[in-house]
């Protein structure tokens, strides 16, 4: 026994069935014009591949790194954007106060 049948049952107005049959019937008669305004195309803006962020930086850390980060940063109800941000400003702060340098090296406390 088949699942489907195919019915030809219609349950469309006469003329809104007769209204859908012409519109898919080829006709060719005249041609419809519409007119425009003639205007300057704008410029397509480009949308930042980036989307809402002003600005991305990557950083490459390896996942014990990045999990120690993560538990460290939720502890404290941040989260890891907030937290570097933070860390890197209060790192600027201190350098600029000479308490800290910065060098290739590490990071070096100034004793006063």
Do not use: W
């Amino acid at each position: 026994m088949p699942l489907a049948k195919k019915t030809t049952v219609t349950v469309l107005p006469g003329e809104l069935e007769a209204q859908i049959r012409s519109n898919f019937s080829r006709d060719e008669g005249s041609p419809v014009t519409v007119d425009a305004p003639l205007s300057e195309p704008k410029p397509a803006e480009k949308e930042s591949p980036r989307g809402r962020y002003a600005d991305s930086v990557n950083l490459r850390l390896s996942s014990g790194k990045r999990n120690e980060f993560k538990m460290f940063f939720t502890r404290c109800e941040i989260s890891m954007n907030q937290g570097f941000e933070a860390a890197v400003d209060y790192l600027i702060r201190e350098v600029k106060e000479g308490r800290v340098k910065v060098s290739k090296g590490g990071i070096t406390r100034i004793s006063e």
